[in-house]
């Protein structure tokens, strides 16, 4: 499986734009990256995902490199809530293979 | 609330206790998913239901049995467990089993410490 590598934590002012990175450099070209967030004490949430165009949702958008060796995920303006455990994680499209967490990067969010 | 519900919230029990987590999701989703979250370790996938179908089963011990009676309800049947077992159990559900292209949707999860 291809895997992905994270900071294993990053810290942000509240109301600030957050850049989270991810390297991918074995995704291959019908991997889809996915990113997650778990706040603490629940279960993961859904937070976007992209090919190959970067994507804009009301939560985040993804930036994705154009080799697509990397992506980053951009939360325009932190807030406390926030705060969380962030995961990328690449699933492909050709095969059964699940969603496959890694140690994500937990975000802190200073007032 | 995710669409995606898990009761209990909260179990305590013994090693020689049975019990048993539930988990309901009206999304309209074909599969069903539970993962095992240790403390500081990552989600592991334990058990992988399609169109009620178990597809997938990683290795997990007997004393952890599923049961998907329908496409919208997942069991999770726990006996004889271990300390080591404490953690949280989640459930997610996801429109198809196959593919990159669909998200998953996790419940809040069941927090289980067994005594």
């Known amino acids: 499986d291809a895997k992905t590598t994270q900071p294993n934590s990053m810290e942000s002012n509240e109301e600030e734009p957050v850049h989270l990175p991810c390297n991918h450099s074995t995704i291959s070209g019908t991997d889809y990256i996915h990113w997650y967030r778990q706040l603490p004490s629940q279960g993961p949430e859904y937070v976007i995902h992209?090919?190959?165009s970067n994507v804009n949702n009301r939560m985040a958008s993804l930036a994705i490199a154009e080799d697509r060796k990397s992506s980053t995920l951009i939360l325009h303006r932190a807030t406390l809530r926030d705060a969380a455990v962030y995961y990328c994680i690449l699933k492909n499209s050709g095969s059964a293979r699940q969603l496959t967490f890694g140690s994500g990067t937990q975000l802190t969010v200073l007032p | 609330e995710t669409g995606v519900t898990q009761t209990p919230r909260h179990l305590v029990m013994g090693m020689t206790n049975k019990k048993s987590l539930k988990c309901e999701q009206h999304l309209g989703h074909n599969a069903m998913y539970w993962y095992k979250q240790s403390a500081k370790k990552p989600l592991e996938l334990m058990f992988v239901?399609?169109?009620?179908?178990?597809?997938e089963n990683n290795s997990v011990p007997s004393r952890f049995s599923p049961e998907c009676p329908n496409s919208s309800h997942l069991f999770l049947h726990l006996h004889t467990l271990q300390p080591e077992d404490s953690a949280l159990y989640l459930c997610?559900?996801?429109?198809?089993?196959?593919?990159?292209?669909?998200?998953?949707?996790f419940g809040s999860g069941t927090r289980l410490t067994v005594v």
């Open positions: 239901y399609s169109l009620e179908e178990r597809v």
């Open positions: 992209g090919l190959t």
């Open positions: 997610a559900s996801s429109q198809d089993f196959a593919g990159g292209y669909y998200g998953y949707t």
